[in-house]
């Protein structure tokens, strides 16, 4: 029955879309995405206000690439001391199965084979 509903209420917010302008329909599609995100954000524990999330997008010119400014701003926080040394999995941000965000696309060991390698890190960095 849920699911019957979510269904249902999808498709009245398709149709509403639908009947707009597409000034307006990317409007409101873009201030949902930003709902979304913040209700994640709080749900996994990491809040973030709306208003933050759009001035950072509004500061990036257009033509600035979002992922490389992820990575960046990802870098940045790690120079500064964010995450654990001696935890690598904390200091790459990295998360176990079902936490965070998951970067298929990316050629990285992940699980045991993550473990494993962040095992003989340690012990590498253990001995230098």
């Known amino acids: 029955m849920?699911?019957?509903?979510?269904?249902?209420?999808?498709?009245?917010?398709?149709?509403?879309?639908?009947?707009?302008?597409?000034?307006?329909?990317?409007?409101?599609i873009t201030r949902l995405a930003?709902?979304?995100?913040?209700?994640?954000?709080?749900?996994?524990?990491?809040?973030?206000?709306?208003?933050?999330?759009?001035?950072d997008l509004a500061d990036a010119p257009a033509s600035v690439d979002l992922d490389a400014l992820s990575q960046a701003r990802w870098a940045i926080g790690r120079l500064q001391g964010r995450g654990r040394v001696d935890d690598l999995r904390d200091f790459l941000g990295l998360h176990r199965v079902g936490q965070g965000r998951g970067d298929g696309n990316l050629l990285r060991p992940t699980g045991e084979d993550f473990d494993a390698e962040a095992a003989g890190f340690a012990g590498g960095a253990g001995r230098a």
């Open 2 to 28: 849920d699911l019957a509903q979510a269904a249902q209420a999808i498709g009245r917010l398709d149709g509403l879309l639908a009947g707009l302008d597409e000034t307006l329909r990317r409007g409101l």
């Open 34 to 55: 930003f709902s979304e995100v913040v209700s994640m954000l709080w749900a996994v524990g990491t809040p973030i206000p709306q208003e933050v999330l759009i001035r």
